[in-house]
């Protein structure tokens, strides 16, 4: 019998490999960028022709190369970035498998020009389908510049694959986008079928994200920073307020190197929690510093996965580093910080050299109950209320409170009224505005509780006829871990045996709330978010407490306790975002009324 296996000469070997590294012509952009940076250009030229698929070509002026290295790149695992297994766990170059050159020569045809500073001429190149074509020298500036015409010409299944010249074109500009926001220190154009269509100058990151995505962008950014021995956390967060719909500004690099990792976009996204509604995404420009052998980037031929090895220290950090961003900006109801102790510090630190942080503006009396039972009606101004209150000391003296802007104009109302038993109705100057009873003081408690968890002020209401609240021996220990929390919210526990706890104090909110259904209710939450949510712990039992005790809808409410309501909410971090995401309230505006009678 005859022998039947033979081995793929390198054309079609090439051909093959090809197909794992470029899928599509914004490949080929990304690499040849990513050649022109490793090779210490500060000036990258791209200019495609119908989104890559006549042409693209990549103009650096970097290090440039040799002769005898100018026929090597094209070959097969050519690399000048690693020479042995151990260089794979330090790897500093946006390349190193040397793979790139070969594959796109193998379903291309490619011209090469290169020189390196010290040589007087430079080298031309053809290579087409691997194989070389052309060879011979020219004059030229030094640097390096690939011209990659019809890709695929010889693959046509390939070719018939691509989508339409938008859909090739929009991933170009997403590949050329993740380069260059890494570096903003070097100068980049792109020039699709003759229209230049960025033009980047060097500068800072910021001025970079703005070149890219607009000068609006100026406004949009907070900046964050954060450094441990093992990681640095830089770049920018958009501001709550500018949460879009769609997953938009999302970059997250590691060394620069762009990458996709749902576990770390948790920690951001969970950072966001409380702030932004449901529907929407926060947008992101941050770049990761670890050791590069604290990584593994080998795992993905098309490198946009990172493996860390300590991930959880990495989300640790990132989540705290995003909350002080956050902080920072007051727009956080408050700082719960649970990481490393070196963390709390640098914020400390932090927080002194730069401007101070202003104390949010919340006038929250710890005892203050939106539905008093025995208080004069007050008018419209939410200001005397705490005039009014002499008789209990407030965490925030009077005379720290300003007036507050409400998001909309001053409301003027004085008349409410209840919808459904469920829904507040009043005006204001704007129009109508109508409130989810049940939301906004679901904000305000939690907003409340923050503080009180912060600050270890929750007032406590003793019981006449402690009760007792058994569990069995697991949630007894979980209560026990919750024991500081949960007194500092007000709850005064104390354990009668191994399974029993007293229960010889109720938080002042929670008057009239079954004690034990609460507790439970708040070991449940707890269980579930334990394992991945630690970090929120105060956060979630804020929202559990809230959620829990907050007036329910299908309550009716007297005028005064509407008005309360509603002058608590705008006094508020954030009035127009319940904890869980939903919207609060919404304005119909007088055009909005007025379009309604056409
Ligand atoms: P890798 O980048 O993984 O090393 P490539 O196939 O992309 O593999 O490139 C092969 C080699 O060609 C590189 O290691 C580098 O030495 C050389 N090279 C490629 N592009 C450039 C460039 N723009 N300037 C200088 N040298 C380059
Ligand atoms: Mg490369």
Known sequence: ????????????????????????????VKELMENALDAGATQIDLV???????????????????ETDARLCFERHAT???????????????????????????????????RRREDEVGTYIVNEGSIVKEQSLIPMAAGTSFTVKNLFFNVPARRNFLKSAQAEMRHIVEEFTRVTLMNPDIGFTLTSDGKEVYHLYPGTLKQRIMGLFGN?????????????????ISGFIVKAEYARKTR??????????????????????NAFLEMIPKDSFPGYFLNIEVDPSDIDINIHPTKTEVNFLDVKLVYAILHAAVRKAIGQHNLSPMIDFEEPADLNRDFIEASKASRPIVVPNIP??????PFPQHRKPVSGDWRLLYGERTDIPTAV?????????????????????????????????????????????TRILFEKFLKELENSNGASQQELFPQAFSVNTNDA??????????????????????????????????????????????????????????????????????????????????????????????????????????????????????????
């Open 397 to 441: 003296e009077t005379n720290d409170v300003k007036p507050i802007e409400l998001p909309v104009e001053q409301h003027t109302a004085s008349q409410y009224l209840q919808v459904n038993q469920s829904f507040i109705v009043t005006t204001v100057k704007s129009g109508l505005l109508l409130v989810d009873q049940h939301l906004a003081h």
């Open 216 to 232: 609006s962008y100026e406004e949009k950014l907070l900046p964050v920073n954060q450094e441990t021995d093992r990681v640095r």
């Open 248 to 269: 938009g500004e999302q970059y997250f690099f590691v060394n620069k190197r762009f990458i996709k990792h749902a576990y770390l976009h948790h920690a951001i996204e």
């Open 1 to 28: 019998m005859l022998d039947v296996i033979k081995l793929l000469p390198d054309s079609v070997a090439n051909q093959i490999a090809a197909g794992e590294v470029i899928q599509r012509p914004a490949s080929a």
């Open 80 to 114: 000048s970035k690693i020479s042995k297994a151990d260089d794979l766990f330090c790897i500093k170059t946006m390349g190193f498998r040397g793979e790139a050159l070969a594959s796109i020569a193998a379903i291309a045809q490619v011209e090469l020009k290169t």
């Open 477 to 598: 220990s979980l209560l026990k871990e919750l024991m500081p929390e949960l007194h500092n919210l007000g709850f005064v526990l104390e354990q009668a045996n191994p399974t029993t706890f007293m229960i010889n104090g109720t938080p002042s909110d929670a008057a009239g709330h079954d004690a034990v259904e609460l507790l439970e209710r708040i070991l449940d939450n707890y269980k579930i978010n334990r394992t991945d949510l630690q970090l929120d712990r105060k956060l979630n039992l804020a929202k559990t407490m809230a959620a829990q005790i907050a007036v329910k809808p299908s309550t009716k409410l007297s005028e005064m306790e509407m008005q309360n309501l509603v002058d608590q909410l705008f006094a508020c971090n954030v009035a127009e975002i319940a904890p869980n995401g939903k919207k609060i309230y919404v304005i119909l505006s007088m055009e909005e009324l007025l379009t309604k009678f056409n």
């Open 364 to 369: 929250l009396d710890p005892n203050y109950n």
């Open 48 to 66: 495609v022709k119908d989104a890559g698929k006549a042409l693209i070509m990549v103009i650096d002026n970097g290090c440039g190369m040799s």
